[in-house]
């Protein structure tokens, strides 16, 4: 079933801000805590730091009324620069391959595509955009390629 979430971009202190948030809302993190160090070293990716290892690469948290908050770090060792502002995303998550493109062309029209859809190695279809209004979303679809 498709469904949206709210995805937050964090300097270095996503679990730190995320462990505040699971001691409002409660509940616990959907699947635990995924680091950058769980990601498959490949030939295009750099070395990981070994102070950006232990950080948070993906979590999620429900909330209210199956509203889910995703989040990450994003250091600047890694090309990132956060500010408050720019650390949000609309994360679609659609039934189809199909409409996750339509939804991605639609909204990257007149805006920027910061990266194309593609495979990714957690196995899901994914890519990301900015507007031509600077809203910034991101697209997973589960959905496997036929």
């Known amino acids: 079933m498709a469904k949206v979430s709210t995805y937050l ?6 679990e730190e801000a995320f462990n505040f948030y699971k001691s409002i809302f ?7 805590i995924s680091r950058f160090s769980d990601i498959p070293s490949t030939e295009k990716m750099p070395p990981l730091p070994d102070a950006d290892k232990n ?11 199956g509203h889910v908050i995703m989040g990450t770090d994003a250091p ?4 990132f620069k956060v500010n408050f502002g720019n650390n949000v995303y ?5 039934d189809t391959r199909v409409e996750t493109k339509r939804l991605f062309n639609a909204l990257s ?12 190695f957690w196995g899901d279809y994914y890519g990301s ?3 031509k209004y600077g809203v910034q979303w991101m697209f997973n679809c589960a959905e496997k390629s036929k």
Do not use: W, Y
């Open 90 to 94: 609309i994360n679609l998550e659609p």
């Open 26 to 32: 409660g509940g616990d993190f959907t699947g635990g």
């Open 109 to 120: 029209a007149g805006g920027t595509v910061e990266q194309d859809l593609q495979e990714m």
């Open 9 to 14: 971009n964090f300097k270095r202190n996503t």
């Open 76 to 79: 600047e060792s890694m090309g």
């Open 129 to 131: 955009c900015k507007d």
């Open 55 to 65: 950080l948070v690469m993906h979590i999620a948290l429900p909330i209210l009324g």
